[in-house]
């Protein structure tokens, strides 16, 4: 394959990266290869170690992020794996609204005291600055899911990297086509592959990348070493479908990021939202709306054309109140509904919305 992609747009390594070489009778799709062992005495000789369809989904996220890229069984299968670099005693800081799962894997590992965690607002830098004494990792997060706050990546990866900490950022809100942290001076990236990446909520995969540095060098061949050791492989099936989703990513998220910036600017006016979270790009949006959880209830069980449902990034856009899981961190507001925007028709989109809002508008 034809790794040189140097100076394309994101548009162009979406499309042409990860192809088969330029060969006549070739397809022009990466194969989907069902084979668990190979013939002895080339690259990889069993299917764990090494796979051709993950090879290209690989190429085409690493050539997107700008570093080198493993594909996981799920974005928490990537996260675990990040989380093992950070050895026993180790400290972390992470953001107190991470995502729910990282959250969860972060309180286990405290629980077997395997790690001490400091929990900051990672919008503060200040705060985030201040955690960083003595620590060994920064798993930073941005925009948050569901919050939407905003760290300043660049300042607080410089921070952590003064300390000797590694840099690591969860891309998965703000994906490599608006933001590439390893270029703003973080070591590792992890994605779940299975939100705008593949993009039509039919897999569960995930992924890292890791900076081309030396130390992203080692700790690229300490991911991979987990991922050969401990399983956390990913279906070359899954791998895919995410790299046939990829390739439309910019136009899906072109089209639900200008949905979601029309939305947001509607929704600020509309008199049964208290407040609308959107950091001004992207294609989330969280309200919190009137009438408590039941109103946001109510709201996300009206809906016709949004469904409600959790996760985010597909075509279709989800609606759903987040503190109806208990994992979720409990300073994320009860009437706090997250909006996941999709490609739809806007006025479409809006019609529905503003239908079902009205149930908690106070005129109501
Ligand atoms: C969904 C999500 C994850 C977890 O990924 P899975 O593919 O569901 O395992 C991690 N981080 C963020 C920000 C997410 O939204």
Redo the contacts with the bound molecule.
């Keep these: 394959m034809d790794a040189n992609h140097e100076g394309l747009a994101p548009a162009s390594i979406l499309v042409a990266a990860g192809r088969q070489p330029r060969v006549p009778g070739a397809g022009v799709n990466a194969p989907l290869e069902l084979s668990s062992t190979y013939i002895a005495d080339g690259p990889v000789n069993y299917a764990r170690g090494g796979n051709p369809t993950w090879t290209a989904f690989e190429e085409v996220l690493g050539a997107l992020e700008g570093g080198s890229a493993l594909v996981f069984s799920?974005?928490?299968?990537?996260?675990a794996a990040a989380l093992s670099l950070a050895s026993g005693g180790s400290v972390i800081v992470a953001p107190t609204h991470?995502?729910s799962?990282?959250g969860l894997i972060l309180n286990s590992l405290e629980k077997a005291r395997r790690v001490i965690v400091r929990r900051v607002d990672i919008s503060d830098t200040a705060a985030v600055i201040a955690a960083l004494e003595g620590a060994n990792l920064l798993w930073a997060?941005s925009p948050?899911?569901p919050m939407l706050e905003i760290a300043d990546l660049p300042r607080i990866f410089e921070a952590a990297h003064s300390v000797g900490a590694i840099a690591l950022c969860?891309n998965?809100?703000a994906t490599p086509l608006v933001q590439q942290p390893l270029s703003m001076g973080a070591d590792v990236v992890?994605?779940?592959?299975?939100?705008y990446l593949a993009g039509h909520s039919d897999v569960?995969?995930?992924a890292t990348v890791t900076a081309h540095t030396d130390r992203g060098r080692k700790i690229q061949s300490a991911l991979a070493q987990h991922r050969l050791i401990h399983g956390a492989i990913a279906g070359p099936m899954e791998t895919w479908l995410a790299l046939r989703g990829m390739r439309t990513m910019h136009l899906r998220v072109e089209r639900s990021s200008a949905n979601a910036a029309e939305l947001a600017a509607r929704l600020q006016i509309h008199p049964g939202v208290e407040r609308v979270r959107y950091p001004g790009f992207g294609s989330i949006i969280a309200i919190d709306v009137h009438g408590g959880s039941a109103g946001a209830e109510t709201v996300a069980a009206q809906v016709r054309l949004w469904t409600h449902a959790t996760?985010?990034?597909g075509v279709e856009s989800l609606i759903e109140r987040r503190r109806r899981h208990s994992s979720e961190a409990s300073t994320v507001p009860d009437n706090l509904l997250r909006l996941s925007v999709g490609v739809e028709d806007i006025e479409d989109l809006w019609r529905d919305l503003a239908a079902a809002l009205t149930h908690v508008s106070p005129s109501h």
């Design positions: 799920s974005g928490m299968a990537a996260i991470a995502y799962g990282t997060e948050t899911n969860d998965t809100f992890v994605h779940s592959v299975t939100k569960v995969l995930g996760s985010l990034g």
